[in-house]
């Protein structure tokens, strides 16, 4: 879901609530581009985490393989 930064000035934070309930994450567009972003905190985390999680896996690798100082 894509929304206009004009649309998030006038309708506010209410309107992220909802669009972020009803899709999981929404769009804010500046000028017709997509600039940012919007996900529930609970997607966020997850995302974090898997990025953690990532980062853990390729330093594990690494250090089995002796690419460390």
Known sequence: MVITANELKTKGVTLI???VQKYGEIY???RG???FV???LEEYEK???SQ???SIR????DYKLGRYK
């Open 38 to 40: 919007v996900l529930s």
């Open 52 to 54: 953690l999680d990532e």
């Open 28 to 30: 804010i567009s500046i």
């Open 17 to 19: 609530d909802k669009l």
């Open 58 to 61: 390729e330093a594990e690798e």
């Open 33 to 35: 581009k997509k600039s």
């Open 47 to 49: 995302l974090k985490e």
